[in-house]
């Protein structure tokens, strides 16, 4: 019988599972920091990163589209994380057309549209499916702060103190709106695929937004943080985008996991999201 060759991917993928968990935490720190700066010298533009984000985000709901167009079923989704989706997309597609109308803003109006689609079938055409004892992390743990927070800190620029705040909350409720979503895949403990891609998708996508604001931070020697305002805004920019992408860091962890071993379903263990 032959033995099974690894591949040199695989064979260092065998021992990063070794590892103990604070081995893990280091490597994945480094390996952070080794995209960021990979990022910065491939990529001259870093604007484009952020365009990059919010196309990554787009695939992810068009998987999402097509789980729900295929399979007929919307099991495992969270319709919360998706209506906190919603929310933020609207703010900050609001914010686009009084503030900054851009390419972002084409982004968002799609994003926005696909994204009420995936509402609309998971409230009405998929009910039957939709697991709503699985779904249940209260909206107001997460709708409150980042209402509070918005309301004082925000940015101080010229613009009207609503459109300042409208901003400063579609920032706090993009950095938290996936949680739902976690707390499904915590309830279930298994996520198939679809969703899981979709998930993964979220993860990259929240990982080269806060890419992009870092690397512009580092590239303006922090005169981009003199240039979002003064106060708490500039820090909490970075820390919502920071946020976010741990948020995800673990799942992302297991995705990967589960596609090196050929696992179709991924299974996540206890304590994971």
């Given at each position: 019988?032959?033995?099974?060759?690894?591949?040199?991917?695989?064979?260092?993928?065998?021992?990063?599972?070794?590892?103990?968990?604070?081995?893990?935490?280091?490597?994945?720190?480094?390996?952070?920091?080794?995209?960021?700066?990979?990022?910065?010298?491939?990529?001259?533009?870093?604007?484009?990163?952020?365009?990059?984000?919010?196309?990554?985000?787009?695939?992810?709901?068009?998987?999402?589209?097509?789980?729900?167009m295929k399979e007929k079923t919307c099991a495992g989704l969270?319709?919360?994380?998706?209506?906190?989706?919603?929310?933020?997309?609207?703010?900050?597609?609001?914010?686009?057309?009084?503030?900054?109308?851009?390419?972002?803003?084409i982004l968002d109006l799609a994003t926005l549209g696909t994204?009420?689609?995936?509402?609309?079938?998971?409230?009405?055409?998929?009910?039957?499916?939709?697991?709503?004892?699985?779904?249940?992390?209260?909206?107001?743990?997460?709708?409150?702060?980042?209402?509070?927070?918005?309301?004082?800190?925000?940015?101080?620029?010229?613009?009207?103190?609503?459109?300042?705040?409208?901003?400063?909350?579609?920032?706090?409720?993009?950095?938290?709106?996936?949680?739902?979503?976690?707390?499904?895949?915590?309830?279930?403990?298994?996520?198939?695929?679809?969703?899981?891609?979709?998930?993964?998708?979220?993860?990259?996508?929240?990982?080269?937004?806060?890419?992009?604001?870092?690397?512009?931070?580092?590239?303006?020697?922090?005169?981009?943080?003199?240039?979002?305002?003064?106060?708490?805004?500039?820090?909490?920019?970075?820390?919502?985008?920071?946020?976010?992408?741990?948020?995800?860091?673990?799942?992302?962890?297991?995705?990967v996991q589960s596609v090196f071993g050929g696992q179709l379903?991924?299974?996540?263990?206890?304590?994971?999201?």
């Amino acid at each position: 019988m032959k033995a099974t060759t690894k591949t040199p991917i695989h064979a260092v993928w065998s021992w990063v599972r070794r590892q103990p968990p604070k081995v893990k935490a280091f490597l994945a720190v480094v390996t952070g920091m080794a995209a960021l700066v990979l990022l910065r010298f491939i990529v001259h533009d870093h604007d484009n990163l952020f365009v990059a984000a919010e196309a990554v985000h787009s695939i992810g709901i068009c998987v999402l589209i097509y789980k729900l167009m295929k399979e007929k079923t919307c099991a495992g989704l969270s319709l919360k994380s998706q209506e906190l989706t919603a929310i933020f997309l609207a703010v900050r597609l609001y914010c686009s057309f009084v503030m900054e109308y851009d390419i972002h803003t084409i982004l968002d109006l799609a994003t926005l549209g696909t994204t009420l689609w995936v509402i609309f079938m998971i409230r009405f055409n998929l009910r039957a499916s939709y697991m709503e004892d699985k779904d249940n992390f209260p909206l107001y743990y997460v709708l409150a702060p980042c209402v509070v927070l918005a309301v004082f800190i925000h940015p101080s620029t010229s613009h009207h103190i609503l459109n300042r705040i409208s901003w400063a909350l579609c920032v706090y409720l993009e950095a938290v709106s996936v949680l739902p979503q976690l707390r499904v895949m915590q309830n279930t403990k298994i996520v198939e695929p679809f969703t899981a891609h979709y998930v993964f998708a979220l993860g990259v996508a929240r990982f080269l937004s806060c890419a992009h604001w870092v690397l512009q931070v580092v590239d303006t020697r922090g005169r981009l943080l003199v240039a979002l305002g003064y106060g708490f805004w500039p820090s909490m920019v970075l820390i919502s985008e920071i946020v976010q992408t741990f948020i995800l860091a673990d799942f992302c962890y297991y995705y990967v996991q589960s596609v090196f071993g050929g696992q179709l379903v991924l299974r996540l263990p206890s304590g994971v999201v």
